[in-house]
């Protein structure tokens, strides 16, 4: 059985989940719509460039967040799923899922998105297995940081090696899809790279190194 990982936000998905829940915050009335969106749409033009500090975004974003508890979160975060993510699945992306599985592949979404939106969405995707920014959770709510390593650049790498070392998996044979040029480090490492609707940085390497390249719609 081999791994078949794949990035979520514009890989998975025709858009990021994180500004998208953002925007979802703004019609709730949690946020100032108009300036926090525009913070959002800031932070995430650094994010596609890769000068982007994650420790940054995940505080702007998740500051919403504080004092709410886990439940109330998720019961709004289901029908924003079925109303906001389901129509921009890529229908490519549904497909190669299915041949992964077909094959006996296992499954992973490895996201730099925070799990509280990563585990609804791969759980629509009909995935069961994930990795995600965590949320700290103390006394029963949300305290707006995060914990652990942040599954980002590097931090992808290493949270996916605790997960092989806790599931006794390795990467033989393994393949990862994504869109980013932040996902270069976990590339070069699987056996077959895969990049879909990539960034110019991305695009340029995978040519250079002959991986094939998706356009997925």
């Given amino acids: 059985?081999?791994?078949?990982?794949?990035?979520?936000?514009?890989?998975?998905?025709?858009?990021?989940?994180?500004?998208?829940?953002?925007?979802?915050?703004?019609?709730?009335?949690?946020?100032?719509?108009?300036?926090?969106?525009?913070?959002?749409?800031?932070?995430?033009?650094?994010?596609?460039?890769?000068?982007?500090?994650?420790?940054?975004?995940?505080?702007?974003?998740?500051?919403?967040?504080?004092?709410?508890?886990?439940?109330?979160?998720?019961?709004?975060?289901?029908?924003?799923?079925?109303?906001?993510?389901?129509?921009?699945?890529?229908?490519?992306?549904?497909?190669?899922?299915?041949?992964?599985?077909?094959?006996?592949?296992?499954?992973?979404?490895?996201s730099a998105s925070g799990t509280h939106l990563v585990g609804p969405i791969a759980a629509r995707l009909g995935i069961d297995e994930y990795l995600g920014i965590n949320l700290s959770v103390q006394n029963g709510v949300y305290t707006g940081s995060t914990s652990g390593v942040l599954t980002y650049r590097e931090g992808k790498i290493t949270r996916l090696l605790e997960w092989l070392d806790q599931e006794e998996e390795n990467l033989e044979g393994a393949s990862f899809y994504s869109d980013s040029r932040n996902d270069l480090p976990l590339l070069v490492k699987v056996d077959y790279p895969h990049v879909v609707n990539p960034d110019p940085v991305l695009r340029e390497h995978a040519e250079t190194n002959n991986w094939p390249i998706h356009a997925w719609t």
């Fill in 1 to 110: 059985m081999a791994l078949a990982i794949f990035d979520l936000d514009e890989t998975l998905i025709h858009g990021d989940c994180a500004s998208l829940w953002s925007e979802q915050m703004a019609r709730l009335g949690w946020v100032d719509g108009e300036s926090f969106l525009r913070r959002d749409k800031e932070l995430m033009d650094a994010y596609g460039k890769g000068h982007l500090a994650m420790e940054d975004y995940m505080a702007f974003s998740l500051e919403p967040l504080i004092g709410r508890t886990p439940e109330e979160v998720d019961h709004l975060v289901g029908p924003w799923v079925e109303d906001f993510i389901e129509p921009i699945i890529f229908s490519d992306a549904t497909r190669t899922i299915a041949e992964h599985r077909k094959a006996g592949d296992r499954i992973l979404v490895i």
